[in-house]
């Protein structure tokens, strides 16, 4: 069993930079991939990035390449997702999750955080 928390959100201007985490408990955390996923208002919800559970491997969705970056604490059981050059269309809550293995379909994930919250503003 494995508990996800995402913690970092909030309100930024065009631009800015936001980091987010996703903490885990679970003895077996670092033997799963991890990834975002963000949802918008009236919007399905889709992958941003994913790290392999020894971070070897990362994947990002085209729209994030080159501004996110993804990464893993393993010591601290932590997941991060760093945001630079926040665009509007990045306005969405941001889940993390874990499965065996990246995966881009959000129903293939065992285990979910509750979501936060981030708005990009001008």
């Known amino acids: 069993q494995v508990q996800l928390a995402e913690s970092g959100g909030g309100v930024v201007q065009i631009g800015d930079s936001l980091r987010l985490s996703c903490a885990a408990s679970g003895r077996t955390f670092s033997a799963y991939a991890v990834a975002w996923f963000r949802q918008a208002p009236g919007q399905d919800r889709e992958f941003v990035a994913g790290v392999s559970w020894s971070a070897a491997i990362k994947e990002y969705a085209h729209s994030v390449q080159g501004r996110f970056t993804i990464s893993r604490d393993s010591a601290k059981n932590t997941v991060y997702l760093q945001m630079s050059d926040l665009k509007s269309e990045d306005t969405a809550v941001y889940y993390c999750?874990?499965?065996?293995?990246?995966?881009?379909?959000?129903?293939?994930?065992?285990?979910w955080g509750q979501g936060t919250q981030v708005t990009v503003s001008s």
């Open positions: 999750a874990a499965r065996f293995g990246i995966e881009r379909s959000p129903s293939k994930y065992d285990y």
